[in-house]
């Protein structure tokens, strides 16, 4: 079965400056889907930026950018220039590949806050 | 915006009644799934459909039954409720908005407490 950590529950950044969020997953498939979703306050779940494993080139989303390690099953999520509107929770989630409506499994969640 | 409501968004009820949460879409999107959300445990799969009347269970199905009649609805019910189903739940369906095919997009989720 396949399993995702997120090793850190906080972080905390400055205004401006970048941040990592770490994810790690567990799979024996060789296909699959890397997603980051962000939940302020608001509860409401956003998508942020998805990785397909068959693509070396890492995604990027404006200031958000992924450092995909497929062999090491790794997978980052860094946020450049960090806003005040970036805190929130951000959750890291694997899908197979080979199931169209496979289902989401999600890490733990990350925290984030940004000071000023 | 996918275009997904849910209701109630917030609802509190006692032990031992029934509850039904309810999803609607508006673009008749094949693939529709209820998660819960727990402090500690990120968002689990509940139960989820790929069409209708066709549904499937996922790792915390007990205690959890849905529905789902016309593509646009997807019912989830609490049989009979407890205090360990107390949480927060979000209906999501699977699109391809923006590029991105077969990506899950959440409704606003559902605050439930189960006294």
């Known amino acids: 079965a396949q399993t995702v950590t997120q090793s850190q529950p906080e972080m905390s950044v400055q205004e401006a400056e970048t941040v990592t969020l770490s994810c790690t997953y567990d799979?024996?498939?060789?296909?699959?889907?890397l997603f980051w979703y962000k939940q302020p306050p608001s509860r409401q779940m956003i998508l942020v930026i998805r990785?397909?494993?068959?693509?070396?080139q890492n995604a990027t989303e404006n200031r958000f950018s992924v450092n995909f390690q497929k062999a090491a099953k790794s997978f980052s999520l860094k946020i450049s220039d960090s806003q005040l509107g970036d805190a929130a929770m951000y959750f890291c989630?694997?899908?197979?590949?080979?199931?169209?409506?496979?289902?989401?499994?999600f890490g733990q969640g990350t925290e984030l806050s940004v000071k000023p | 915006d996918a275009g997904i409501t849910q209701s109630p968004r917030h609802k509190v009820t006692e032990t031992g009644t029934p509850v039904t949460l309810r999803c609607h879409q508006t673009?008749?999107?094949?693939?529709m799934y209820w998660y819960r959300q727990d402090p500690g445990h990120g968002l689990r799969l509940i139960h989820y459909?790929?069409?209708?009347?066709?549904?499937d269970k996922g790792e915390v199905s007990d205690g959890y039954s849905v529905s789902r009649s016309k593509t646009e609805d997807f019912l989830l019910t609490l049989e009979s409720a407890t205090s360990s189903q107390t949480s927060v739940y979000f209906c999501?369906?699977?699109?391809?908005?923006?590029?991105?095919?077969?990506?899950?997009?959440f409704g606003p989720g559902t605050r439930l407490t189960v006294l």
């Open positions: 990785q397909e494993a068959y693509k070396q």
């Open positions: 459909s790929y069409g209708v009347k066709d549904t």
């Open positions: 989630a694997y899908r197979t590949f080979y199931n169209q409506g496979g289902k989401l499994i």
């Open positions: 999501a369906i699977s699109a391809s908005l923006a590029g991105l095919t077969d990506t899950q997009y």
């Open positions: 799979t024996s498939e060789s296909d699959y889907y």
């Open positions: 673009e008749n999107h094949r693939y």
